[in-house]
């Protein structure tokens, strides 16, 4: 199974609502990162969170770490439709990668 | 900056064709790690290459195989191709391994 766990699988809000997906993850980590992909396009990346940190924002992002639960949150506020994207979170596991969960999709509607 | 570059940008073989994919790393950038995205199973990590070492290796098959090469460019190679393969493989960026990593556009394999 992955280190990073996304909730929920899916996700449709309508425009300017907020959203947010979680993410838990299994073994301690140093940071954990949030990345956005357009369909069908590459990953890119939106904030990185430190282990010593427990909560970072990035304009209209909020991202919250609670490493006792091993779980972290993203919110989108005042979503767009150009929001729409699947999100996913990675995790520095053991070694020298990134592994990142199975990912939010995130349908904002106009 | 250039960003990271992948190429093709589409491909399609038959099986037991091979295939060669092709990075090129953001300037400055000596870790590059591809992955294979598929409906599926997801976001699934190959390996990841630091000044031409490959340094770590996901759960593939060895009919995936990859190099670095002293400018830092990639290539990714499957041998012996299945219909399974037909993936969009991402090649990313890193000044390490675990940090922020910077995505190419990737390359859609179609194996028929």
């Known amino acids: 199974s992955q280190q990073g766990e996304e909730d929920p699988q899916a996700l449709s809000i309508q425009e300017g609502e907020n959203a947010t997906m979680n993410c838990s993850y299994k073994?301690?980590?140093?940071?954990l990162q949030w990345y956005r992909q357009n369909s069908g396009r590459g990953l890119v990346h939106l904030i990185l969170?430190?282990?010593?940190?427990r909560e970072k924002h990035s304009g209209r992002l909020r991202v919250t770490l609670d490493t006792s639960k091993k779980s972290s949150s993203l919110l989108i506020t005042a979503s767009r439709a150009a929001d729409t994207a699947s999100y996913f979170c990675?995790?520095?596991?053991?070694?020298?990668?990134?592994?990142f969960g199975g990912g939010t999709r995130v349908l904002v509607k106009p | 900056k250039a960003g990271v570059t992948q190429t093709p940008r589409y491909l399609i073989k038959t099986r037991g064709q091979q295939v060669t994919l092709s990075c090129s790393p953001i300037?400055?950038?000596?870790?590059v790690s591809w992955y294979q995205q598929t409906p599926g199973q997801g976001l699934q990590f190959l390996f990841e290459?630091?000044?031409?070492?490959?340094?770590n290796k996901g759960n593939f098959p060895g009919r995936f195989s990859g190099r670095q090469f002293s400018n830092s460019r990639s290539e990714m190679n499957v041998s012996t191709l299945e219909l399974g393969d037909s993936a969009l493989y991402l090649c990313?960026?890193?000044?390490?391994?675990?940090?922020?990593?910077?995505f190419g556009a990737g390359t859609r394999l179609s194996v028929l």
């Open positions: 300037s400055g950038h000596r870790s």
């Open positions: 990313a960026s890193s000044l390490a391994a675990k940090n922020i990593q910077y």
């Open positions: 969170i430190r282990s010593n940190e």
């Open positions: 290459y630091f000044s031409e070492t490959q340094r």
């Open positions: 990675a995790t520095d596991a053991a070694g020298n990668k990134l592994t």
């Open positions: 073994t301690s980590i140093n940071n």
